[in-house]
């Protein structure tokens, strides 16, 4: 069974950072895509990095140059440091897998089977 347990939100003012931790279990190894996903109160949901087994990433515009996906594989972890929040940061926070391919192939919600419990971040000015 494919688990995911996200951590590391909080509460922080405009300019501040956070990292996120996603850990795993159950993954099948090189054969697997971990995202970031979060979702404002009353919108969607919204993609914003992604990380394959390789180490190749992808990153959503909204926040390119601010956020940065990594992983450490001997923890099982994925991480998303995030640099110079604002205030239209504040969401829930949520990691996921794709575990259908070797790469990361979708942004679409529906495509990732396992998801986390989802973290939440708050950013005030």
């Known amino acids: 069974e494919v688990q995911l347990v996200d951590s590391g939100g909080g509460s922080v003012l405009t300019g501040g950072s956070l990292r996120l931790s996603c850990t795993t279990s159950g993954l099948p190894y090189g054969h697997s895509c971990v995202a970031w996903f979060r979702q404002p109160e009353g919108k969607e949901r919204e993609p914003l990095a992604q990380?394959?087994?390789?180490?190749?990433?992808r990153y959503a515009d909204s926040v390119r140059g601010r956020f940065t996906i990594s992983r450490e594989n001997a923890v099982n972890s994925r991480y998303l440091q995030m640099n110079n929040l604002k205030p239209e940061d504040t969401a829930m926070y949520y990691c996921?897998?794709?575990?259908?391919?070797?790469?990361?192939?979708?942004?679409?919600?529906?495509?990732?089977?396992?998801w986390g419990q989802g973290t939440q971040v708050t950013v005030s000015s």
């Open positions: 996921a897998a794709d575990f259908r391919f070797s790469r990361c192939v979708s942004w679409r919600p529906d495509d990732f089977e396992a």
């Open positions: 990380i394959d087994d390789d180490g190749d990433t």
